[in-house]
């Protein structure tokens, strides 16, 4: 390749490359139009002469079918690939010498690769290839990459970043800038988007290697608000679907999302990086399936709901007792208690056959180990098969059938719902369960009950996945990540944030998930990529305990309104309102602490401004505008500025109420604004508690 250093040059290259790409993508389109005729045609001829073709030919031709429909949609895919390289072939470029060569060669980098078959090199690498590994990791200087041979090591001699939209150069920077800080600014400072988005040219060291990280059985990640967890765990999602193409797909992989907005916010970023989109579920669909037929429950919102408004000591107590490892081995020694005690042998006396309870708690002490529902089938069958009649004959199927029905009764209920309820007489706590309604559950008491269904019966578990990504994982029980271990025993990624717990009475730290998970690798990232510094030190104030670092990117200093009364306050919200419909900010979220208070002030905003929209756990999308919602339903997502309502001190003064301040505060990108009238909050600093 020629040298390219001017940015002259890189224009004409650039210009080039798009040449080849639209080549390419003519070439393809003939290709799949090729196929199409192909399908058609076969099609028709296997119609056309469906009464004489014998079985074998039909089988023929349709397996033909099948592969031209798959070429046809390995076409389509690549297609769609090479679209989005028309429109930005590249984002980066490394000039990498190894030290066993003589010339230092440019290495382009873009969302995927595309070759150059004349050359057979690749014109521009994929950026999950093992040499853009040099792009997120070095500065000019020795650098080294792991190749498949192995180990590569050399010197970079030149590094550069470009924006390219619609086939056309934006900027292009070069190594000697701080790159790195430049773009990512540029980046950072752009307008929010209905969408989150790939980083794929800003990827940062300490991201990347999480990204690449295809060792760790469990990989958990703790990083502050906005330090790109859920960013990087679909990057690393589409880098484990490059790196083992042969064995892994889309279908394989599994995300356990808090809701669908949330689902539908993150939907873009794999189909952005041209792989497929991904399976999600939450933990209330799993809970649904496993207890469908036994007993309704509390969802996890609900009892958050509830929570933010009640001052009800022992529902916390409750809540409490169920979130930590010591109640999980409670519970397993209880089931070994049931597995023991609650089966209770008999002797067995039918016309001519009998079976004594020995032999009986013989078979059952035999398959030890096991779920107690297939103890007992092992046990029945056992015994059934190997007892004979007075004559020494083998047992009729209807006598062989009356011992196993007969053996299986002797285990003193098999009702879940009843057993679980027997937990808490044996630990001498009965009044820490208690059922919403008949057979509806709180939420704490659903996981647990989950568990004990997997231990009494089994797991059918979810084979197919071979890689789960857990999304938000302080929200979820110890007992939760117990019951994921059971179901999926594939690798898993999981990621949140211990001071962004929306209920902090049972939430996980690290330490608690690695008593699940002992072999589990552990991650933290400190630095915050959303918010201003401005937002970040606010918040920081707010949480003290969180170790959140901001990026070095300026804004206005958080406002805080004090307000009049009531009415005051909604005709200043009104106001912030309006200024953010004159300005370029595409979303404004106004995040209350309460569902009741978010659909007060969304029905007094929408009065007089019907565009605003409501934001709530029956929502689907994320869209643009004012948007109101609760802290709950905000988690996860960001706006270009947020309003942080009745932040006063009766609205926002304990514990848990402190986290969803700072989950709040923390969802601004560029501006922050709280109102209260009445006290101030006793989060806020002095200074800024004496605001009029
Ligand atoms: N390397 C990066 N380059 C550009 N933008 C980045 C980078 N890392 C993170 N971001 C941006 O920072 C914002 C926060 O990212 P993300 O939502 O993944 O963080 P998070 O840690 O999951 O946040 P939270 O826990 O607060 O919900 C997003 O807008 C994301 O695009």
């Given at each position: 390749?020629?040298?390219?250093?001017?940015?002259?040059?890189?224009?004409?290259?650039?210009?080039?490359?798009?040449?080849?790409?639209?080549?390419?993508?003519?070439?393809?389109?003939?290709?799949?139009?090729?196929?199409?005729?192909?399908?058609?045609?076969?099609?028709?001829?296997?119609?056309?002469?469906?009464?004489?073709?014998?079985?074998?030919?039909?089988?023929?031709?349709?397996?033909?079918?099948?592969?031209?429909?798959?070429?046809?949609?390995?076409?389509?895919?690549?297609?769609?690939?090479?679209?989005?390289?028309?429109?930005?072939?590249?984002?980066?470029?490394?000039?990498?010498?190894?030290?066993?060569?003589?010339?230092?060669?440019?290495?382009?980098?873009?969302?995927?690769?595309?070759?150059?078959?004349?050359?057979?090199?690749?014109?521009?690498?994929?950026?999950?290839?093992?040499?853009?590994?040099?792009?997120?990791?070095?500065?000019?200087?020795?650098?080294?990459?792991?190749?498949?041979?192995?180990?590569?090591?050399?010197?970079?001699?030149?590094?550069?970043?470009?924006?390219?939209?619609?086939?056309?150069?934006?900027?292009?920077?070069?190594?000697?800038?701080?790159?790195?800080?430049?773009?990512?600014?540029?980046?950072?400072?752009?307008?929010?988007?209905?969408?989150?988005?790939?980083?794929?040219?800003?990827?940062?060291?300490?991201?990347?290697?999480?990204?690449?990280?295809?060792?760790?059985?469990?990989?958990?990640?703790?990083?502050?608000?906005?330090?790109?967890?859920?960013?990087?765990?679909?990057?690393?999602?589409?880098?484990?679907?490059?790196?083992?193409?042969?064995?892994?797909?889309?279908?394989?992989?599994?995300?356990?999302?808090?809701?669908?907005?949330?689902?539908?916010?993150?939907?873009?970023?794999?189909?952005?990086?041209?792989?497929?989109?991904?399976?999600?579920?939450?933990?209330?669909?799993i809970a649904a399936n496993e207890l469908a037929g036994i007993c309704?429950?509390?969802?996890?919102?609900?009892?958050?709901?509830?929570?933010?408004?009640?001052?009800?000591?022992?529902?916390?107590?409750?809540?409490?007792?169920?979130?930590?490892?010591?109640?999980v081995?409670r519970i397993e020694d209880f089931i070994e208690h049931v597995s023991q005690s609650y089966f209770c042998p008999m002797d067995i006396h039918f016309q001519d056959v009998s079976v004594d309870r020995e032999q009986i708690w013989d078979a059952y002490q035999a398959s030890a180990g096991l779920p107690v529902k297939l103890r007992l089938e092992k046990t029945a069958s056992s015994i059934s098969g190997r007892t004979r009649d007075t004559d020494g004959g083998k047992l009729t199927t209807s006598t062989a059938n009356k011992i196993k029905a007969a053996i299986k009764k002797m285990f003193r209920t098999q009702n879940l719902l009843a057993i679980y309820k027997d937990f808490?007489a044996y630990?001498?706590?009965?009044?820490?369960?208690?059922?919403?309604?008949?057979r509806?559950?709180?939420?704490?008491?659903?996981f647990p009950l989950v568990y004990l269904k997997i231990r009494m019966e089994g797991a059918k578990g979810y084979a197919e996945?071979?890689?789960?990504?857990?999304?938000?994982?302080?929200?979820?029980?110890?007992?939760?990540?117990v019951v994921?271990a059971s179901l999926f025993k594939?690798?898993?990624?999981?990621?949140?944030?211990?001071?962004?717990?929306?209920?902090?009475?049972?939430?996980?730290?690290?330490?608690?998930?690695?008593?699940?998970?002992?072999?589990?690798?552990?991650?933290?990232?400190?630095?915050?990529?959303?918010?201003?510094?401005?937002?970040?030190?606010?918040?920081?104030?707010?949480?003290?305990?969180?170790?959140?670092?901001?990026?070095?990117?300026?804004?206005?200093?958080?406002?805080?309104?004090?307000?009049?009364?009531?009415?005051?306050?909604?005709?200043?919200?009104?106001?912030?309102?309006?200024?953010?419909?004159?300005?370029?900010?595409?979303?404004?979220?106004?995040?209350?602490?309460?569902?009741?208070?978010?659909?007060?002030?969304?029905?007094?905003?929408?009065?007089?401004?019907?565009?605003?929209?409501?934001?709530?756990?029956?929502?689907?999308?994320?869209?643009?505008?004012?948007?109101?919602?609760?802290?709950?339903?905000?988690?996860?997502?960001?706006?270009?500025?947020?309003?942080?309502?009745?932040?006063?001190?009766?609205?926002?003064?304990?514990?848990?109420?402190?986290?969803?301040?700072?989950?709040?505060?923390?969802?601004?990108?560029?501006?922050?604004?709280?109102?209260?009238?009445?006290?101030?909050?006793?989060?806020?600093?002095?200074?800024?508690?004496?605001?009029?």
């Amino acid at each position: 390749m020629a040298v390219i250093e001017t940015e002259a040059q890189e224009r004409l290259h650039l210009e080039e490359m798009v040449t080849r790409i639209r080549q390419a993508l003519e070439e393809l389109d003939e290709r799949i139009r090729h196929a199409k005729d192909e399908i058609i045609g076969a099609k028709k001829y296997v119609w056309e002469n469906r009464d004489q073709l014998d079985p074998a030919e039909r089988a023929a031709n349709v397996v033909d079918i099948w592969l031209s429909v798959e070429q046809g949609e390995t076409s389509v895919m690549r297609q769609s690939r090479l679209q989005k390289l028309e429109s930005s072939p590249y984002f980066g470029r490394v000039d990498f010498i190894a030290d066993d060569q003589e010339r230092a060669q440019a290495y382009y980098i873009g969302v995927t690769a595309f070759g150059v078959e004349a050359d057979q090199e690749n014109a521009i690498y994929d950026w999950r290839s093992p040499i853009a590994s040099l792009f997120y990791d070095y500065q000019v200087g020795p650098a080294h990459y792991t190749a498949p041979e192995g180990e590569i090591e050399g010197k970079i001699g030149l590094k550069r970043q470009y924006r390219i939209r619609e086939s056309k150069m934006e900027y292009m920077i070069e190594s000697s800038m701080n790159i790195n800080d430049d773009v990512l600014q540029k980046e950072l400072s752009r307008t929010s988007d209905e969408k989150m988005k790939d980083i794929v040219a800003t990827i940062q060291k300490e991201q990347n290697e999480i990204i690449r990280n295809d060792s760790s059985h469990e990989l958990i990640i703790q990083g502050v608000a906005g330090s790109g967890k859920t960013s990087v765990a679909l990057h690393r999602v589409a880098y484990l679907l490059y790196r083992h193409k042969a064995t892994l797909t889309s279908r394989n992989i599994l995300i356990i999302s808090p809701n669908n907005v949330f689902s539908d916010y993150i939907s873009n970023v794999l189909p952005e990086l041209g792989e497929e989109q991904i399976a999600e579920v939450g933990f209330n669909e799993i809970a649904a399936n496993e207890l469908a037929g036994i007993c309704e429950f509390q969802t996890f919102y609900e009892q958050v709901s509830e929570l933010a408004v009640s001052t009800d000591d022992s529902l916390t107590e409750r809540i409490r007792y169920k979130a930590k490892m010591d109640f999980v081995r409670r519970i397993e020694d209880f089931i070994e208690h049931v597995s023991q005690s609650y089966f209770c042998p008999m002797d067995i006396h039918f016309q001519d056959v009998s079976v004594d309870r020995e032999q009986i708690w013989d078979a059952y002490q035999a398959s030890a180990g096991l779920p107690v529902k297939l103890r007992l089938e092992k046990t029945a069958s056992s015994i059934s098969g190997r007892t004979r009649d007075t004559d020494g004959g083998k047992l009729t199927t209807s006598t062989a059938n009356k011992i196993k029905a007969a053996i299986k009764k002797m285990f003193r209920t098999q009702n879940l719902l009843a057993i679980y309820k027997d937990f808490y007489a044996y630990v001498g706590r009965p009044e820490l369960f208690k059922l919403r309604k008949p057979r509806t559950l709180e939420f704490s008491d659903v996981f647990p009950l989950v568990y004990l269904k997997i231990r009494m019966e089994g797991a059918k578990g979810y084979a197919e996945v071979k890689h789960l990504l857990v999304d938000e994982m302080q929200d979820y029980t110890v007992i939760q990540y117990v019951v994921l271990a059971s179901l999926f025993k594939c690798k898993k990624t999981i990621l949140g944030d211990g001071n962004q717990s929306v209920n902090p009475y049972s939430s996980s730290s690290i330490a608690d998930m690695k008593q699940v998970f002992p072999e589990a690798d552990t991650v933290e990232l400190f630095k915050s990529y959303r918010s201003t510094s401005e937002i970040i030190t606010f918040a920081q104030r707010i949480n003290p305990s969180s170790k959140i670092v901001a990026i070095k990117r300026h804004g206005t200093t958080p406002q805080i309104r004090r307000c009049e009364n009531e009415e005051d306050e909604m005709f200043r919200i009104g106001e912030l309102v309006a200024q953010l419909k004159e300005s370029e900010c595409r979303t404004l979220g106004i995040i209350c602490k309460t569902q009741a208070q978010a659909e007060m002030l969304y029905e007094k905003i929408s009065e007089n401004d019907r565009s605003v929209s409501l934001l709530d756990f029956s929502s689907e999308k994320f869209i643009e505008g004012v948007i109101v919602t609760t802290v709950h339903a905000a988690k996860g997502l960001e706006f270009d500025k947020v309003i942080v309502p009745f932040a006063d001190s009766s609205n926002y003064k304990t514990e848990m109420d402190r986290s969803l301040l700072y989950i709040a505060c923390t969802r601004a990108m560029h501006a922050l604004a709280l109102t209260f009238h009445a006290e101030p909050s006793s989060f806020y600093s002095e200074a800024e508690r004496q605001i009029r």
